[in-house]
């Protein structure tokens, strides 16, 4: 297992600042047989600047346009080698043992293909506290991800085999990307997880996508009724699904209705219910899901 290859993708745009702190914190691994496969997502600033020094070391490739944080890891996984693939978010950090750590977790426990790490959080340079609910959890914990993102993208290590059974990321997904993607992936895997604090997740910056967009329960709701509807899950799973839709869905509703859209806040109000008889795709094909585009905050 120690000389497995670990494909990393890190994806960018616009994050000149950042990158050469993650970069460096990737290069600092204990654990050096990795690729680096940096996808520049049609960044405008001077991040190639930035990169050409790295080059030929690690492995850049260009969007010419911004395609979104999908299809630039969807990218990265295309072009990556490795029998283990990991993530990266360009303000992210990762700890020295990040890498060796799950090397040595998948060595010790073959029957996973996945596994993420604790972190500590920093926004606008302060050290902050994990609330109750962003407690992590491992083995079968599909209904544990339900409610939120618990999984960070920059924590995680999974074997290739993983995508070819559950599907990469969804690109029709502008955010909350990485929560379809655990719920996929959580209905049929068991997932590790190692309780040290192995990245840093810096936080606080406007050009987050969860500072930049609105709308994102919405998103989680599409998540959910993606993951309802695709015949992979067990009795429980189902029931529990619906359970957190319907708790999604009167928040989404209540909020439409407090801003006056109230053909659309019916809808998601009734949705709960419209799911047992009806099927998937003729609720995915509604404007409010086949027409969905989140928009930036003040456009």
């Not at 001077?46 to 999908?70: A, F």
């Not at 060796?100 to 010790?108: G, N, T």
């Not at 840093?200 to 989680?220: A, E, N, T």
């Amino acid at each position: 297992m120690g000389l497995c290859l670990v494909s990393i993708i890190l994806t960018t745009f616009n994050r000149m600042a950042f990158l050469p702190e993650t970069v460096e914190s990737i290069f600092a691994q204990d654990y050096k047989n990795f690729e680096l496969l940096i996808i520049d997502d049609g960044s405008k600033d001077k991040t190639l600047e930035v990169i050409h020094s790295y080059l030929p070391i690690v492995k850049y490739i260009r969007h010419l346009e911004n395609k979104g944080v999908s299809t630039a890891r969807n990218t990265g996984i295309r072009n990556s080698r490795g029998q283990f693939i990991c993530f990266i978010d360009s303000d992210d950090l990762w700890k020295k043992k990040k890498l060796s750590s799950q090397v040595s977790f998948f060595s010790k426990n073959p029957h996973y293909s996945i596994c993420y790490t604790n972190e500590i959080w920093l926004k606008n340079g302060i050290w902050m506290n994990q609330r109750d609910k962003h407690k992590k959890y491992s083995g079968s914990i599909f209904e544990k991800l339900l409610p939120l993102c618990l999984i960070s993208p920059s924590s995680i290590m999974l074997k290739r085999k993983v995508f070819d059974q559950v599907g990469v990321f969804d690109e029709s997904f502008p955010a909350c990307e990485d929560y379809d993607l655990w719920l996929r992936i959580g209905c049929c895997y068991s997932i590790g997880y190692l309780e040290d604090r192995l990245i840093i997740k810096r936080g606080g910056h406007k050009d987050q996508l969860s500072q930049r967009f609105i709308g994102l329960d919405k998103l989680r709701i599409k998540a959910l009724l993606k993951i309802f509807f695709s015949s992979q899950l067990t009795s429980s799973q189902s029931e529990a699904v619906v359970k957190e839709l319907d708790q999604k869905c009167q928040i989404y509703s209540q909020g439409c209705l407090k801003h006056d859209k109230l053909e659309e806040g019916m809808f998601f109000s009734r949705l709960p219910r419209m799911i047992q008889n009806a099927p998937g795709t003729s609720i995915l094909d509604s404007p409010y899901f086949s027409q969905f585009n989140l928009r930036e905050e003040g456009q």
